[in-house]
């Protein structure tokens, strides 16, 4: 088990359903002791697929149960689902909440459909980029934040995230595609490593870069942590 | 000096982070009021309660929650009851912001053209399986021009014999068993429903595109404008590029051949299929595309930013420009004065 709800069990990661007999993108459900679990699929998930790569500890990768995170760039919530089954519990019982900020309306509408059933997941039709524009909503630090926003400029988005929203010493995800940002001519190996001397100028100490190749082609997860 | 503000409080608040005064909010359980208040957030309003404390303290410099600019402080954060109150409000917000986008003509206008396109695919496929399905059993007939109608006469006929009277040719030596031959007669009816199915969705894009682009509309067309507008990703992007990029649009694979390899670049893209240009002699389409373009950057401009819509007048000074185009170039330029 990496903490009350997500398990890791030969080769897949589970996570106990907060909405039991539902599942939300057509991952499997299974009894373990008569607990209901959802498949989390790391091929739809890049926060799963990091989980399933890292060299740390898996816990490292996953906020404390009950606090509150941001995550920007939310997707459909294949993810989110699985975060808040960690966060949140069922009903909302570890007292979580979980900010997703997304600017399609399209994935806004599957976000807004999984908020219905679960408290406090809060979503955002915005741009990950206008912070004042829904900053309001959170008014303390996170200790957590993810993002996954597939355009150019993610690592000034991210930067720029977290010195507003992160507390010192938390934890940031970045997921990074290789693809959205410029090509130079120089092969992803060199974006990616001045990508982390990037991060590392601006106050993040660099814990792991994950490659994902394998479950999302051209894509890195680094994990960092805010030391300035 | 600044005014900290957040949606249900405001706080005025000197450089050493000390609290000179603050204002709070408890209409919280009032959710529109809620939602109302966000609003105004989200689009760079002050609140009342930020409005009050600047009448009070008219040199602070009003800041929303979290600008790096304000210092760190005590602030009147909101109770756990006011946040479980903002944060259904948001999520309100989020379902109005999604209940929105029907109402985004570029989106419905997205997913008709796209419809029409694959019907269009699917109908001629199914009439070119007809007209060589029956001229199997009648290769006597002949469909050159009124290859629209055969549907229809297929599906109407009780049997092949009635179908070889209708078309006017000899009787068929071996003709299909009787379920070969209602399996036949009912591809005949599809094609002819898809045929209908296919105007009518046409119809709805030119309705739908003659109130969302006007100018447009009137100068190429409501289907060309539809899918100007679709291929720009919505009218106000389509407003926001030049004219050249509107002249190549859809030409995108020629446009980065050339870019790369250095070939000719392309001279059209969709505008190509207005009679202007497709009715003109190959060598000044370039020219008139250059010109149709630049008129239509123009009216995409006129209709995103909801201007006066052009008028007839505006069209006929356009032909005439093309017109004055085909004049002078009569024929092509000779390879030797290039």
């Known amino acids: 088990m990496l903490s009350s709800a997500v398990r890791f069990d030969r080769r897949a990661l589970w996570t106990i359903n907060a909405v039991p007999r539902t599942s939300v993108y057509g991952e499997s459900l299974k009894q373990f002791s008569g607990v209901e679990y959802r498949r989390w699929d790391p091929n739809r998930s890049k926060l799963g697929a990091g989980l399933m790569r890292t060299n740390r500890e898996k816990s490292l990768l996953l906020p404390e149960e009950g606090s509150t995170i941001l995550y920007l760039g939310a997707g459909h919530g294949t993810s989110i689902s699985h975060l808040y089954d960690h966060l949140c519990g069922q009903g909302n019982e570890f007292g979580g909440r979980l900010v997703a900020v997304d600017l399609a309306s399209r994935c806004l509408r599957d976000l807004t459909h999984l908020a219905k059933t679960r408290p406090g997941l809060v979503p955002i039709l915005g741009d990950a980029r206008k912070h004042s524009a829904w900053g309001v909503l959170l008014p303390r630090r996170v200790n957590w934040l993810f993002q996954d926003v597939a355009q150019s400029g993610q690592v000034e988005i991210f930067i720029s995230a977290c010195k507003r929203f992160l507390n010192l010493d938390g934890i940031a995800l970045l997921s990074l595609k290789a693809a959205s940002e410029r090509w130079t001519g120089e092969g992803e190996e060199a974006l990616f490593n001045s990508v982390a001397e990037k991060l590392s100028i601006s106050g993040f100490e660099i814990e792991e870069c994950i490659e994902l190749t394998g479950y999302e082609d051209n894509h890195v997860l680094f994990v960092t942590r805010r030391i300035e | ?338």
């Open chain 2, 1 to 338: 000096m600044w005014i900290w503000y957040d949606w249900q409080a405001a706080a005025v608040v000197d450089t050493d982070g000390a609290i000179l005064d603050d204002d709070k909010w408890d209409g919280f359980y009032d959710h529109r009021a809620v939602i109302e208040r966000l609003e105004c957030i989200a689009q760079g309003g002050l609140t009342l309660e930020a409005r009050t404390l600047l009448e009070r303290f008219p040199d602070a410099k009003p800041l929303v929650h979290g600008e790096p600019e304000l210092p760190e402080a005590e602030y009147p954060f909101p109770s756990e009851e006011a946040q479980l109150a903002v944060d259904s409000a948001a999520l309100a917000l989020a379902n109005k912001g999604v209940a929105q986008a029907a109402g985004d003509p570029d989106k419905r206008l997205e997913h008709l053209l796209r419809a029409s396109d694959e019907m269009r695919s699917t109908y001629l496929t199914m009439e070119s399986r007809l007209v060589e399905w029956v001229g199997l059993f009648l290769p006597e007939a002949r469909f050159g021009r009124d290859r629209t109608s055969l549907g229809k006469t297929v599906g109407q006929a009780e049997s092949l014999e009635e179908l070889s009277d209708k078309l006017e040719v000899s009787k068929p030596p071996v003709g299909p068993s009787k379920t070969e031959w209602n399996v036949l007669r009912e591809w005949g009816e599809s094609t002819a429903v898809f045929r209908g199915k296919l105007d009518r969705l046409e119809n709805a894009i030119r309705e739908l595109a003659e109130n969302h682009l006007p100018s447009l509309s009137l100068m190429l067309g409501p289907i060309l404008a539809a899918r100007l507008c679709v291929e720009a990703h919505g009218r106000m992007r389509l407003a926001r590029l030049p004219a050249g990029t509107v002249q190549v649009l859809g030409a995108e694979k020629a446009f980065f051949n050339h870019l790369k390899t250095g070939a000719p670049p392309p001279k059209h893209g969709h505008i190509f299929m207005h009679p202007w240009i497709s009715r003109s002699p190959k060598w000044i389409r370039g020219k008139i595309s250059r010109t149709i373009a630049a008129k239509a950057s123009i009216a995409a401009k006129i209709d995103a930013f909801e201007g006066e819509p052009w008028t007839q007048i505006n069209l006929d000074l356009m032909e005439q420009k093309v017109e004055s185009i085909r004049n002078a170039h009569p024929s092509p330029q000779s390879r030797r004065a290039r």
